[in-house]
């Protein structure tokens, strides 16, 4: 299980070398997984180690937990904008664009 997800996590994060994903999943340490079904109905299984998540996965993808988010900050990709864009984001744009959008 650890050695398929130790796999996993270095296909979906290529950024990050051996040492980190071995901290993220360690060898010897306890590692719990918790199975929740979300609101939709969808399942979504989370990796804890040392007492705080740190993956989950959805539709057979592996996403960072906030915790991970603060020890591997690149993890995800950036994108930057100008900030009369931003504005508008803040004040609520990306709520209406993503009612249209059907989500």
């Known amino acids: ?3 398929k997800l130790r796999a996993d996590v270095t296909a979906a994060f290529p950024t990050l070398g051996a040492d980190q994903v071995s901290a993220l999943v360690p060898g010897k340490e306890e590692l719990s997984i918790v199975k929740l079904c979300a609101h939709r109905g969808d399942a979504v299984t989370v990796y804890v180690s040392g007492g705080n998540p740190v993956l989950f996965e959805l539709e057979k993808s592996l996403y960072p ?3 991970t988010l603060w020890s591997y900050p690149d993890l995800l990709p950036v994108f930057t904008t100008w900030p009369p864009v931003l504005e ?4 609520g744009a990306g709520k209406r664009i993503s009612l249209y959008s059907g989500y």
């Not at 508008?88 to 004040?91: H, Q």
Request: hydrophobic share 30%.
């Open 1 to 3: 299980c650890r050695r």
């Open 65 to 67: 937990t906030v915790y």
């Open 88 to 91: 508008k984001l803040v004040g």
